[in-house]
């Protein structure tokens, strides 16, 4: 009878064997091979109650390497979470099963984050450590928990590894461990036929501690990990493991990866293990140790609860923990904007938008800010914002550097940990290098708020590699991220409201480098932009056309329209601030935006892609279908007609 911790460590590789074999698809190489190290830290390190896998101060664990997910669904299922059971993992990947075939953030509990594609994971990590280290700042002692994430070769050859990796070991995120799956194995083969850099070095060179050790010694492993909780600086532990370790011939194979084990395999792995139970039983032996291991951490949860009941900051700390706002959150940007109803000032949105930060974020004590390296720009620094930083985590703006993508995947994992609510600013030009998180945010349903500023050929003399021509509707294609294109001073701060208040959905701010007049010089009494879109201006003669825009092609539409109604043509304007609300508004209130007029033209900066939703087929569009040009920004809009009279003439071409 193999030793108890080898016992429990093949109770992982069963459940892995069995359920990828009756899925008939699915990874067993990655959860065999780490079987071993994830039982260590499980059953010794990891701050973990399965009753409460929620329990706000537990230890964050991450699988980054996502498709070794029944490894993960194993450790819930044997430390006992309850909605992780048998049958779910009899049901593997199937259709309403809580064991998806990646770990999916707010499906199972126990997952605490959505992975799959490589490297976001770790990325996501950084994120979580960094939300740990500033509300550890703020609550003192209710807070001290770390960051543990098992990612492999294909993770660490991701380009968003290096953007994680730099920015924790800057940040001398020292509560956050990488344990490297070193099994020297992809999908296509061994490692090395694309990759033979030092990961040690590499780490080290970053900031961060690093050790190697057999990733099948379980001594040494536990000894590893307890180095890495004393260490100043991230920790990585390359663990030399072995793929499919335990399926007897084929153990360490090149193609282990995804190899499908025939039934004698799994029978001689079995038999090979000590392992003679029936598919999908855990003899009670193995069980046993196991829940005790997955009710370690009752004792430790219990007294810190008790410790939270006593805290004077108690109230503060379930607040923000649940992601409420202050009561009073908004009660000074409403009052920014009676005021710019009332001066209707000039300004680029991207300005009105950190006018609007100024006021929310003394406000809200949970927003964190910051910039990938383009704070003046993106107008996302508030005044007075302490930097969060080594020895001041509880500052509130990060300087994220040049790094959009491990910027947000970090505000991912800043969100999923809970107890803040970040905002971050690039170019929206720049939204294709954090894409890959902004999805991924947009699946898990998370409250993130991109600030996109820059967002059209209003940039002007930077140029095409600078102007974003298609990246407001790709953007708009994504499922749950709202999108928002504020037109003017009272729209941004109405948007930002929204966007703060938005607890399952991530947003993106697309806001202007050129000046804008005020457009909303009515006072409304209510938040418009919540409509999605709105008749902005309703027509002086009898409605005949209907111009709809967004952003800085509002004021264009406004003009047009008074060029229309000079002639005698009735033209009303819509503002279409964020289409996504708009979608989920009334069909009869979508119906009288709309509208019935003879004509419908949209103008934006951007390409057409997706305005029939608003003009049909039949509608004229203004706007760009091909790249920008450096030049400045009112020569480029002449240039690429994006004018009054292009709109006004092109509504008359069509009446
Ligand atoms: C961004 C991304 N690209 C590609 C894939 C497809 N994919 C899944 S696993 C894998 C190879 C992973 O190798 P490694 O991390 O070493 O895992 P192991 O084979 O050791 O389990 C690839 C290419 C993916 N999931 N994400
Ligand atoms: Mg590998």
Redesign the pocket.
Known sequence: MPAPLQMMANAIRALSMDAVHRAKSG?Q??PL?MADVATVLFTKFLKYDAARPDWADRDRFVLS????SMLLYSLLHLTGVKAVTMAQIENFRQLGSNTPG?PEYGHTPGVETTT?????GLATAVGMAMAEAHLAARFGPLVDHRTWVI????????GVSHEAISLAGRLKLNKLTVLF?N??????GV?TISETGDQLARFKAAGWAVKAVDGHDYAKIAAAMRWATKQNRPTMIACKTI?LKGAGPMEGDPH???YSLFDKEIADARVAMGWSAPPFVVPDEVLKPWRAAGRRGARVRKAWEAALAAAPARAEFERAMAGDLPADAFKTIDALIAKVEAEKPALATRQHSGAALEQLVPAIPEMIGGSADLTGSNNTIVKGTGTFDVGTYGGRYVHYGVREFGMAAAMNGMAVHGGVIPYSGTFLVFSDYSR?AIRLGALMGVRVIHVMTHDSIGVGEDGPTHQPVEHVASLRAIPNLNVYRPADGVEAAECWKLAVDSKTTPSVMALSRQKVPAVRTAVAGENLSARGAYQLAAAGHPAQVTIFASGTEVSVAMAARDLLEAQGIGARVVSTPCWELFDQQPTDYQAQVIGETEVRVAVEAGVRQGWDRFIGENGAFVGMSTFGASAPADVLYKHFGITAEAVAAAAKAKL
């Not at 799959?116 to 976001?120: A, T, V």
């Not at 990612?151 to 991701?158: K, S, V, W």
């Open positions: 990874h190489g990655m091979g390497a996502g498709h070794g990646h799959g594609p490589l490297g976001q990612a492999g070769d294909g993770c660490l050859m991701e799956d099994n020297d194995v992809t999908i296509d490692a793929i282990g990866h995804g890959p």
